[in-house]
C-alpha cells in the first residue's frame, strides 16, 4: 500500500519534544538490546550446562524459557515506565 502522501510527517516541534523522543527510543533501544543479551546468555549457560552435565537438550530448551521470561519481564517493565529510573 502506498502511504498517504498528502499528509506531512509527524516531526516534534520544539527542542523539548525532540529530546522526550529520543530518551524514550534510547530506552526501548536499550530494553531490546539487554533483552537480546539476556536471552543469549540463558541460552548459552544451558547449552555448557548440557555439554558438561550430558543432559542435551533439556538444559538449553530450560535456558531458552528462562531467558525469554526475563527478556519479557524487562520489556514489559520498560514498556510501562517502572525501569527503576523513578519514573
Known amino acids: 500500500m502506498d502511504a ?4 506531512p510527517p509527524v516531526k516534534p516541534e520544539t527542542e523539548a519534544e525532540r529530546a522526550s ?5 534510547g530506552s526501548l533501544g536499550s530494553a ?5 543479551i539476556t536471552l543469549a546468555i540463558f541460552l548459552l ?6 555439554k ?3 543432559t542435551s537438550p533439556w538444559l538449553t530448551l ?4 528462562l531467558g525469554l521470561g526475563g527478556s519479557f519481564y524487562m520489556l514489559i517493565r520498560t514498556a510501562i ?3 527503576g529510573k523513578g519514573k
Open 4 to 7: 498517504d502522501k498528502s499528509r
Open 21 to 25: 523522543a529520543m530518551r524514550v527510543l
Open 32 to 36: 531490546g538490546f539487554a533483552a537480546g
Open 81 to 83: 515506565g517502572k525501569d
Open 52 to 54: 558438561l552435565l550430558g
Open 62 to 65: 530450560a535456558g531458552i524459557l
Open 45 to 50: 549457560g544451558g547449552y555448557w550446562l548440557d
